[in-house]
């Protein structure tokens, strides 16, 4: 006999739960914020909106527009000669990683750090991630910390702990031997890697199932790493399993044949693609993918490069990334912003690759679009945040000047606020 309830039994037990919650919640009402400023940029249209007022309620955005009448008994929060902008979002994160740059900084990290010290570390990453005014992040592979990251995303959505909205990879799939960490001892056979390392198409959709199973809410592989790596008939079963359980696939992809192996099997978008060709954009455009460059890095780390090579090496990437960036213009190909943070000292500096793709010909509110619509529209939750809109939540971050005509703004981001819920406020409030 069954001494277990039945599932008829819970299922009853829940309903009963949400309904006695949602009427607890008809009976308060709840609160309606005002928030208002001098500027309000909406990056749809590109224009500026004067006196903006955005009416929030519950989470959500209930009314945006300019001079808009407040209702009674709402709390204003006024932000004087501010600019509003939609919060930031970075599809490009490893909110788990604090490598050094010690040559083995990555094995190190994985004989030197439990994994409920890695997912501390991503709580404290995904702190200031948020604080930068990123309140939304695609977390592309958690770097040897297993499944740490869905914790930290559920963690965050309960309330635990501060953080962006987050997607996350869980463990990444990479090719056997073609990724961190590399020139361990053979003899170290149970040590812990950075992706799952697969073999063949069977082992490649049992890891996508099995990461899809423990949560993941997008998949990441790996198509090259100096060489092609994964094959497409590898990919392709991953894809499968992502897409049949409606989620997408960001594939590593730097090389041309890299790129193509994963756009060949359906991934939807290539992240770097540094060593991208002309025919690399046109079948982007073509299957309709997004490019996300994640050049930042070099941006800010070519004037400090301790010797000749790697200077030189950063040189040529920043230079056919300029290229790039012309090239994916001039086809129409969808960019969405990433920064690859992957140091304790890249967390929260998210803003700086949105800064580096305007250096390198991306006008400044295209960039500004590639870290909101784009991006959100990259997550798929493009009804959710990724403008001020209506019905969207309250995700709503502000700068002291005009973020277009300076796009430095955007590393200096004075307020946050996420689901309506004040993050930091660094303006005076009236
Ligand atoms: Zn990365």
Redesign the pocket.
């Known amino acids: 006999m069954d001494k277990q309830p039945s599932r008829a039994t819970l299922s009853c037990l829940a309903l009963c739960f949400l309904f006695t919650s949602a009427s607890a919640q008809q009976n308060a009402p709840s609160k309606i914020i005002a928030l208002r400023a001098s500027r309000m940029l909406d990056v749809k249209s590109g224009s500026i909106v004067r006196d903006p007022v955005i009416l929030i309620q519950d989470e959500k955005i209930t009314a945006v527009g300019a001079s808009l009448k407040v209702p009674a008994g709402a709390e204003v929060v006024d932000l004087g000669d501010a600019t509003l902008l939609p919060g930031l979002i970075d599809c490009?994160t490893?909110l788990m990683a604090r490598i050094s740059d010690d040559p083995q900084g990555y094995g190190l990290t994985l004989l030197t750090k439990s994994q409920a010290f890695r997912a501390l570390e991503g709580a404290a990453d995904a702190r200031v991630t948020l604080r930068a005014g990123f309140t939304a992040v695609r977390d592309?592979?958690s770097e040897g910390s297993g499944y740490a990251d869905v914790a930290l995303r559920d963690a965050i959505n309960q309330g635990l702990v501060d953080g962006p909205r987050m997607q996350v990879a869980t463990r990444g799939i990479a090719a056997v031997g073609k990724y961190f960490p590399f020139d361990l001892s053979p003899d170290l056979v149970d040590f812990p890697t950075g992706a799952q390392m697969i073999s063949g198409p069977e082992e490649a959709r049992r890891a996508a199932r099995e990461q899809i199973g423990h949560g993941a809410n997008l998949l990441k592989v790996y198509a090259d790493w100096g060489v092609p790596t994964l094959t497409i008939d590898e990919i392709r079963p991953i894809v499968e399993e992502a897409h049949k359980s409606k989620l997408k696939v960001a594939a590593?992809a730097d090389s041309p044949e890299g790129i193509r192996n994963a756009l060949t099997a359906g991934v939807d978008s290539i992240?770097h693609g540094h060593q991208a060709d002309r025919s690399s954009f046109e079948l982007i455009k073509q299957k309709n993918a997004f490019w996300v460059p994640?050049i930042g890095y070099y941006f800010y780390a070519v004037d400090t490069a301790k010797s000749p090579q790697p200077r030189k090496h950063m040189e040529e990437t920043l230079q056919r990334a300029r290229q790039n960036i012309s090239t994916a213009r001039e086809l129409g190909v969808k960019i969405a912003n990433g920064f690859?943070p992957?140091s304790a000292e890249e967390h929260g500096k998210n803003a700086r690759e949105i800064i580096a793709m305007t250096k390198l010909g991306l006008p400044p509110l295209e960039a500004i679009r590639a870290a909101t619509a784009n991006a959100s529209e990259l997550m798929g939750w493009q009804e959710k945040i990724g403008s001020i809109e209506t019905g969207k939540y309250a995700d709503i971050i502000a700068v002291s000047g005009d973020p277009i005509a300076d796009i430095g703004e955007l590393e200096h981001v004075k307020f946050v606020m996420k689901g309506g819920v004040v993050v930091k406020n660094e303006f005076a409030t009236h």
């Open positions: 490009h490893h592309v592979e590593h992240e994640t690859d992957a």
